[in-house]
């Protein structure tokens, strides 16, 4: 069945610095994929999703790569703020309207 | 803000209890979603509810769970007979007619003693 796992559980960066957060999806029909953002007791919050057409997608502060060739998903926050902290999830989508998503990695910013 | 709004934020009950949560939009959407995320585990897909009736579910989603929007509006899931492992944060989420942006709510913490 499908899979979507992190690389790394836990990642600290210094303020101001910038973050990737890497993720691997084994499902080669996945062709939907979203970053989420999760903060202690809160619901996942979106941050940014990008189709398999595409490789790459901005937003603000933000950017998705998709390496389809090694099923491969990565986040790059620039300038990453102490309000950036948080556990990240990639999730992926193949057919229908289910999501699969990654265990998360756990982004803490040192101020 | 969060897209959908769901109470209770937190319940505690005992094992075989009925339990039922709700989620209300903020505005009128079609899709919606329950996922849930055992602590310290992953988010998982429960089912998807469409036009007033299921279009997805998962194999968690088992005769013990149920979904309705009773007045149109309200949308509930319902799990008749409590069990231990059903201890979780519960999500609605909305979404749209094509697999896209997927918009969650906070939440509501099940206990279940």
């Known amino acids: 069945g499908e899979s979507v796992g992190l690389h790394l559980p836990t990642l600290s960066v210094q303020e101001g610095d910038n973050s990737i957060i890497n993720c691997a999806y084994s499902n080669s029909a996945s062709d939907y994929f979203i970053w989420y953002k999760q903060e202690s007791g809160k619901g996942p919050q979106f941050i940014i999703d990008i189709r398999s057409n595409m490789d790459k997608r901005q937003g603000q502060r933000v950017t998705v790569l998709l390496n389809k060739t090694v099923k491969h998903l990565s986040l790059q926050i620039a300038a990453t703020q102490p309000g950036d902290s948080a556990v990240y999830f990639c999730?992926?989508?193949?057919?229908?309207?289910?999501?699969?998503f990654g265990t998360g990695t756990s982004l803490t910013v040192i101020p | 803000e969060p897209e959908v709004t769901q109470t209770p934020s937190h319940q505690v009950t005992q094992m075989g209890q009925e339990v039922i949560l709700r989620c209300v939009p903020i505005?009128?959407?079609?899709?919606f979603y329950w996922y849930r995320q055992i602590l310290g585990q992953k988010v998982e897909f429960l089912v998807s509810?469409?036009?007033?009736?299921?279009?997805?579910k998962s194999e968690i989603f088992d005769d013990q769970f149920s979904v309705e929007r009773p007045d149109g509006s309200n949308f509930t899931l319902k799990i008749r007979s409590t069990k231990l492992e059903d201890s979780a944060m519960y999500f609605c989420a909305r979404g749209a007619a094509v697999p896209g942006e997927l918009f969650f709510g906070e939440g509501s913490r099940l206990t279940v003693l």
């Open positions: 505005s009128n959407h079609l899709y």
């Open positions: 509810f469409y036009n007033n009736e299921i279009s997805e």
């Open positions: 999730a992926e989508n193949a057919a229908g309207n289910q999501f699969y």
